[in-house]
């Protein structure tokens, strides 16, 4: 019953997350283009940065690490296909074949059986979207338009929508943690103390 939930939960992540990527690209931009050329175009998504990284591409290694992770085949690019997959295209979970989530086991260390949902993410997401903009998506009557014909077959191979929002999580980490060490600031935890409060505002 909460199938529909999971996947829009997905959506949104997969919005969110690009949101860090053009936010990591605008302070790529900031830091290290803006200040070797002051007239450079204001950069604020990541396609941008590739736009001009064609003609000149990255010398320094947050640069290099951004750009080899967001070619076609790489993971940043293919964050970014799911996103426009879900925001301009179809929902995830009828983009291509139409999801289910699936009950399966895992098996623990001292051999435990735990309970656990699948909740399959379609493959190549770029390849389904040029589908459905050209019309070939809807030219199969069996895939475009029938009921529970277009069933995804093989949910046990199939990416799990979590297991992938982790992965990615880890990997956006890595990336901020690397663009970071471009920044002219130092990094510090803000530290809140009575001078910083405003108001009738209690400190404890």
Not at 76 to 93: I, K
Not at 162 to 189: D, F, N, R
Request: hydrophobic content about 40%; charged content about 20%.
């Amino acid at each position: 019953g909460y199938t529909s939930l999971c996947y829009l939960a997905l959506q949104s992540f997969l919005v969110d997350a690009c949101v860090l990527r053009d936010y990591l690209s605008e302070f790529y931009y900031e830091t290290i283009i803006k200040i070797a050329d002051p007239d450079a175009s204001k950069i604020t998504t990541l396609n941008g940065l590739l736009k001009r990284w064609k003609q000149q591409p990255p010398t320094d290694p947050a640069g290099k690490e951004l750009r080899a992770s967001a070619q076609s085949g790489q993971w940043l690019f293919e964050l970014g296909a799911y996103r426009d997959l879900v925001v301009h295209v179809a929902p995830l979970s009828n983009a291509g074949r139409t999801l289910f989530a699936v009950t399966r086991t895992i098996e623990m260390p001292h051999g435990e059986l735990l309970p656990a949902i699948n909740l399959p993410l379609p493959g190549n997401p770029a390849d389904l979207t040029k589908e459905r903009v050209t019309g070939r998506y809807f030219q199969d009557p069996d895939l475009g338009f029938a009921r529970l014909k277009n069933i995804i077959e093989n949910t046990a191979n199939s990416r799990d929508s979590l297991e992938y929002a982790h992965l990615c999580m880890q990997q956006l980490g890595a990336i901020a943690s690397s663009i970071s060490k471009i920044s002219p600031i130092p990094p510090e935890v803000p530290l809140i103390t009575q001078k910083d409060v405003i108001g009738d505002i209690k400190f404890s």
